[in-house]
């Protein structure tokens, strides 16, 4: 069992940068992968960025490929979504989800084992 908890959110100008944190519970995080998504009000959810166990393997999707740096330390049972040159269009409620397995076709799917509640990012003009 894995319990994730995002924090970071909040509100910035277009051009501004944010962390997103992903802390976890458990001891077995440091053996799964995780992902980031995000959804937008009237949108359904999307795929942003995953990392494997070791940190050794990142996907990102290519609308925020060269923006978003996903990371993680196993020590302190985080992940991390930076976040920078941000835009309108990335306002979204952004959440962090653990898996198992690294597998692309269930990363970007969102077929993932456990997830945390959410944060709250607000891009404005």
């Known amino acids: 069992q894995v319990q994730l908890v995002e924090s970071g959110g909040g509100l910035v100008q277009a051009g501004g940068s944010l962390r997103l944190s992903c802390a976890a519970s458990?001891?077995?995080?440091?053996?799964?992968?995780v992902g980031w998504y995000r959804q937008a009000p009237g949108k359904e959810r999307e795929f942003v960025a995953a990392i494997s166990w070791s940190g050794g393997i990142t996907d990102y999707a290519d609308s925020v490929k060269g923006r978003f740096t996903i990371s993680r330390d196993n020590a302190k049972t985080t992940a991390y979504l930076q976040m920078n040159s941000l835009k309108r269009e990335d306002t979204a409620f952004y959440y962090c989800?653990?898996?198992?397995?690294?597998?692309?076709?269930?990363?970007?799917?969102?077929?993932?084992?456990?997830w945390g509640k959410g944060t709250l990012v607000t891009v404005s003009l």
């Open positions: 989800a653990a898996d198992p397995f690294y597998r692309r076709s269930k990363l970007i799917s969102g077929g993932m084992d456990y």
């Open positions: 458990g001891r077995t995080f440091s053996s799964y992968a």
